[in-house]
Structure formats: structure tokens, C-alpha cells
């Protein structure tokens, strides 16, 4: 039995698009061949108890989130009025992440006068885009190099927004904990996002679904988030469903054991 780490990055490798080559004889093994989610560890992403917020929060006090959005703002320089939608990102700086559709995209954001910050490290020349956008956009956007836990934590705290414009992600597991803490994925379809995020669209979204892989299809994503962050109720209503979200280990391990007896009897 082969196990992909979601169910549609289960199908997706099967086309030449995502197969890598190996989509021919994947699909030979179509019979043996599933996906489960990962899943993250509710301990070590809490928002209620996370030492790196400046104020810890529950679903039922997701209100103080305000306080770590001025925490953010502060700590990475951001002006301007403190009611403008911001978007976070926490991911590799690499083509695979979509991090180059997200600079273009952003820079109609920014230039709307909304805010964006982004944490990561990865190929140098993405790295120099990255600084470079900042540097366009100071007081609306910055950016930090390497990884640093204390701000991601903040920034998952604080962001309003969380963009996932990735070209193919297997998983994932940035919107599950984006999610959990309040900041609605911005994410294209694709693979473990599109198993794990709902749009908005339909019944009980929790978050803002894009299709293609272009800088046009993440900037009109962009554009929904910021009409919904003017729908305060709307708003909060979706934060308060992905933070409603279980993403623990616990149903993952019983589809593993789950193939494993299945395996066992054969």
C-alpha cells in the first residue's frame, strides 16, 4: 500500500502535472494507493497557552487577537491606521511555495494601502524579491530572512489573512495551524489545502479558495479577503469555524492503522 499525505495529492499525482515522471506507474498502483492528512500537534499550537503571543486567546476570547495584530504591527514596523486587513506568511522562499505569484499579487495589496508580512528563507533570489517588494512598500510590508519561532507565532496570531499560493503542497500543515489561530488561509486548491480549507463561497468556508496558479488568481483571492475584512461579522464568523477545526493526530493515526490491518489480512 502507498500512502500520500492527503487525499487529493493522492489523485493529483496520478496526472503528469504533479506525477513527476512517475504518473505512468503510479497509476498501475492506482488500486494500492490512498491518502491520509497530516496533522498537527494541538499542544504545541495552542493560541490559548503559546508563551511567543503578547496575549494568548481561546475561541471564546478570539477578540484579544487585536493585541497581537499591534504586536505584529510594531514589531515589524508597520504605520498607518491600525484598521487595514494584514496578511501573513510563514513558508520556505521557494517556486514550489507560490512565493513569486504572492509578491505580485501583493504588490496591488500593498499598494491599496493593506499590510503583509512575510517570514521565511529559501532560494537567494526569491529572498532578494522579497526585500526588495518590502523595501517598495515600507510601513505596509516586511519581511524577515531565516525562521524565528517567536514570529511565527505572532504572525499566525496577528495576521488577518494567511496566504498559501503554493503550485503544489502535499499537505501542508501552515493553514491548519493558521486556523487554529484565527488567520483565514488565502490558499490555492491544490493538494492537503484543498482537503483541509472550505471556501467562503460555500456553507461554512473558512477560508478563500483560488484556482489557478497565476499572480491574477491569487490578487482576486486577495481581493475577497479584503472586502471581508470590512464584513466584521462575516469575519468573524469564518475565524471562529477554523478555530473550531480539529487537526490533531488522533483521526490521522486511525487511518493508518485503519491500512495497516488492512494490509495485515491480506
Known amino acids: 500500500m502507498n500512502i500520500a499525505v492527503s487525499p487529493s495529492y493522492a489523485e493529483e499525482i496520478l496526472s503528469p502535472e504533479f506525477g513527476a515522471g512517475l504518473e505512468d ?53 508597520l504605520d498607518g491606521h491600525p484598521d487595514v486587513p494584514l496578511v501573513g506568511i510563514v513558508s520556505r522562499l521557494n517556486e514550489q511555495k507560490g512565493i513569486d505569484l504572492g509578491l505580485a499579487a501583493l504588490e496591488c495589496w500593498c499598494g491599496r494601502g493593506n499590510q503583509a508580512v512575510i517570514l521565511g528563507s529559501g532560494d537567494p533570489w526569491l529572498e532578494q524579491q522579497c526585500q526588495s517588494f518590502a523595501a517598495r512598500h515600507r510601513g505596509r510590508a516586511a519581511v524577515e530572512t ?45 493538494g492537503g489545502l484543498k ?31 479584503e472586502e471581508l475584512f470590512h464584513q466584521k461579522e462575516r469575519l468573524a464568523a469564518a475565524q471562529a469555524r477554523g478555530m473550531a477545526m480539529d487537526f490533531g493526530w488522533e483521526r490521522s493515526v486511525g ?12
Open 146 to 190: 531565516g525562521y524565528n519561532d517567536a514570529l511565527a507565532s505572532l504572525i499566525y496570531g496577528g495576521s488577518d489573512f494567511f496566504l498559501i499560493p503554493s503550485r503544489y503542497e502535499p499537505c501542508g500543515i501552515s493553514q491548519m495551524i493558521a486556523m487554529r489561530y484565527g488567520s483565514l488561509p488565502v490558499a490555492r486548491a491544490v
Open 25 to 77: 506507474y503510479l497509476r498501475t498502483q492506482r488500486n494500492r494507493l490512498t491518502g491520509i492528512l497530516n496533522g498537527i500537534d494541538p499542544a504545541a499550537w495552542d493560541p490559548a497557552a503559546d508563551p511567543h503571543l503578547a496575549q494568548p486567546f481561546s475561541p471564546a476570547t478570539a477578540v484579544q487577537r487585536a493585541a497581537n495584530k499591534a504586536e505584529l504591527r510594531k514589531r515589524m514596523n
Open 255 to 266: 487511518e493508518y492503522l485503519a491500512v495497516y490491518r488492512k494490509v495485515q489480512a491480506r
Open 195 to 225: 482537503d483541509t480549507v472550505r471556501d467562503l463561497a460555500n456553507g461554512g468556508g473558512t477560508g478563500l479558495i483560488f484556482t489557478d496558479a497565476s499572480a491574477a488568481s491569487v490578487a482576486m483571492a486577495l481581493g475577497r479577503a
